[in-house]
């Protein structure tokens, strides 16, 4: 702790300073010239300059326009040299700084993201993780995939204890939804044979035995989320150090916490006030931190534009691929051995409708996690009883997920003003199993149906729910436009939208989301300077947009990441 106080005492030395040079030091003034600069303005313009000045863009558009202002401010010129210029991406929902828990925990996941490929991967790396770790201390591991190793099956109780009898061990699904923990794991959290399930979660039993196997789903492993989810204040510190130079160096400028306790939003906040946090977050309080804010006993001080907490989050359904998410009709092939498995809720339909009500009736945006068809209808219902009793302008409900959104579920969002925030990378690193195994060919071509969502006009918002994969926007781009799966098949080619389309969901529509259009999102003046530099444009060519690097990031007009070989 001695040490704790220490670097925080050394840490806001530093932003004193840094406050101080601030004020004293004239604004910079900077002009962009010399490639396509893509403004994502309402009419998509690509202009020839951008003009900033201080944290804040002051002009764009022709060099004509631009360069008397250049001259007379003795602006510094920035030649761009070809390379294009675009507003910061935006993390539509992500959970920030879950990919820097790779600091501390054995990363499980299969190629292309990792290495493991059979059940005795998983092991190896935890047990290397357990000879790191102190006795009788958790020992967790990330992102292993059942229907990508070798056994498709998870990971049980007895596989985990050939890790450790002495630590317990868990290790979380790739959706997050599941978990599997050993023995001693099971212990700890105090689940045995006797343990009833929990409303919303599921025990996975030896069928002979009635013992639990070892597989814990949604909400039967909130323990074990409580022990993955508060890391120690140093565990912590690396976390958020990994996760912000990921993101920085993929041209993020703005970081979503999509379910954050009040311990994470007060965290992040003292960060992000000693200055010591470079990127902006956005918050999505879980209803306890909704609540502990709306009656005063979580206060967050932070500066908003770098720090904003915004809806609060509820979680409906599960995943998919977890076969968790709630559907209407059954998945094409079943996990067990029920033809007419559709998965379940996490909240019950009545309890979804109280619990919404009761967010909005604090004034709070409502984001909902919603992937199956039947739960996304239940989100719509809740959304639609709420706003009937109690209408509100611009509430801008957010469904996170809508996977499996239908077009009549698509019509009633236009009409209630719903924005569905697409993970469109589903066709990319599952579409070949959602095809086959999950959702069959006809499901499966129409999920996260982004082009029937922009002919109705919806402003719709992209995301990669990193860490469930890598935060890698421009790849979120190209599979929006392409929606290839990794053996190269084309997952619904209906459902392709243009490149501009996409690159609004990660910039000014994210930023609307959000309710901070004002701010962020597009390059234009009186918003802030927060830009990516990219070494070709994204219009160049569509097929390979997800091979396109990022040369520089810039937030508030101060350079935080520039790719090593610049
Ligand atoms: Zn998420």
């Known amino acids: 702790m001695r040490i704790l106080r220490r ?9 004193l300073l840094a406050a101080l040079w601030h004020a004293v030091r004239p604004p910079q003034r900077t002009l962009y010239r010399g490639g396509p600069i893509f403004t994502m303005d309402a009419e998509d ?24 202002w250049a001259t007379e401010h003795g602006a510094r010129v920035v030649e761009l040299e070809g390379r294009a210029l675009l507003p910061g991406f935006v993390d539509a929902h992500g959970h920030f700084p879950g ?30 993780g357990a000879g790191d770790t102190d006795p009788g201390d958790w020992v967790l591991g990330l992102g292993y995939d059942d229907t990508l190793l070798a056994e498709k ?52 039993r030896d069928p002979a035995t009635g013992e639990p196997d070892g597989v814990l789903e949604e909400t039967a492993f909130d323990e074990l989320g409580a022990v993955l989810f508060r890391p120690s204040p140093l565990d912590s510190w690396r976390i958020v150090r990994r996760a912000t130079e990921e993101y920085l160096a993929q041209g993020v400028t703005t970081a979503q916490n999509g379910f954050a306790t009040a311990e994470q939003i007060s965290g992040l906040a003292l960060l992000s006030r000693l200055g010591l946090l470079p990127l ?7 209803e306890a931190a909704a609540d502990a804010i709306a009656d005063g006993t979580l206060s967050v001080s932070a500066d908003p534009l770098w720090l904003h907490v915004a809806a609060v989050k509820l979680v ?57 068809d039947a739960s996304i209808e239940d989100i719509l219902d809740a959304l639609e009883a709420t706003l009937a009793e109690s209408p509100r302008d611009d509430a801008r409900p957010v469904i996170i997920h809508a996977q499996m959104a239908r077009d009549d579920q698509l019509d009633r969002m236009a009409a209630l003003g719903v924005i569905p925030s697409f993970f469109v990378l589903h066709t990319y690193y599952w579409g070949d199993r959602h095809r086959e195994l999950f959702m069959g060919p006809e499901r499966a071509a129409r999920m996260s149906p982004t082009r029937s969502a922009a002919e109705r006009g919806i402003p719709f918002t992209l995301h990669a729910d990193t860490p469930i994969v890598p935060m890698e926007p421009l ?41 901070e259009e004002a701010d962020k999102g597009s390059l234009e003046p009186g918003k802030l300077a927060d830009l990516v530099i ?17 040369v520089e990031t810039v937030i508030g007009g101060r350079s935080v990441y520039r790719a090593e070989d610049e």
């Open 534 to 550: 990219l070494d070709r444009s994204p219009l160049d060519d569509p097929a390979t947009i997800d091979e396109i690097r990022v």
């Open 45 to 68: 313009r690509v202009v020839e300059a951008l003009a900033v000045e201080g944290d804040r863009i002051v002009a764009a558009g022709s060099e004509d326009e631009l360069w008397p």
């Open 280 to 286: 902006r977050l956005v918050m999505l309080p879980d």
């Open 153 to 204: 099956r998870h990971p049980t109780r007895e596989d985990l204890d050939r890790v450790s009898t002495e630590h317990p061990v868990g290790a979380l699904h790739v959706s997050g939804h599941l978990a599997a923990v050993n023995s001693l794991g099971l212990e700890r959290l105090g689940i045995g044979a006797d343990t009833p399930d929990p409303e919303g979660g599921l025990i996975r």
């Open 7 to 15: 670097l925080l005492l050394v840490a806001v030395g530093i932003a």
């Open 99 to 128: 990919s820097g828990f790779t600091a501390i925990a054995s990363d499980l996941n299969s190629p292309p993201i990792g290495e493991v490929e059979r059940i005795d991967d998983v092991v190896a790396l935890l047990a290397a």
């Open 475 to 515: 790849r979120i781009v190209w599979s929006a436009v392409n929606r290839r799966s990794r053996s190269g098949a084309v997952i619904g080619e209906g459902e392709r939208i243009d490149v501009m389309r996409a690159l609004r969901g990660v910039t000014i529509d994210a930023a609307r989301q959000h309710f």
């Open 316 to 372: 409906a359904d599960g995943s998919i691929q977890g076969y968790t998410g709630y559907l209407s009709e059954p998945y094409f092939v079943p996990p067990g051995d029920d033809p007419s498995y559709r998965g379940y809720p996490r909240i019950p339909r009545e309890q979804l409708f109280e619990r919404v009500a009761r967010q909005h009736a604090r004034g709070h945006q409502l984001a909902i996690h919603g992937n199956g």
